[in-house]
């Protein structure tokens, strides 16, 4: 009588095929390397996309903190997004956010 052996094999192998687990082959996240500063928070005078319109989110949230801080003349809808944002930071601040 021929006699066969079986490979145990894990639930985790089962489930993925018997693949290895992709996390262990992966490259290291670049936005997680410390030496990479290309995603800091940048001051807003250094965007390259400044000097383009407030977005729809910053309108309304400026809009939303100029009425919190009790300063409805701080929201101006010809805002450029680095000036939003400094007006926005700035508000977050006296509206008690920060």
């Not at 903190?65 to 003349?73: G, H, I, N, R, T």
């Amino acid at each position: 009588m021929a006699t066969t052996t079986a490979k145990a094999t894990s639930k985790a192998d089962r489930d993925s095929g018997g693949r290895q687990d992709a996390r262990q082959n992966a490259p290291e996240n670049p936005k997680t390397d410390p030496k990479d500063v290309s995603n800091q928070i940048k001051d807003p005078d250094q965007w390259t996309t400044g000097g383009e319109p407030m977005t729809g989110a910053q309108a309304s949230y400026l809009k939303t903190l100029s009425q919190e801080a009790k300063e409805p003349k701080a929201f101006d809808p010809d805002l450029d997004k680095a000036e939003a944002s400094k007006r926005i930071d700035d508000l977050r601040h006296k509206a008690g956010h920060a």
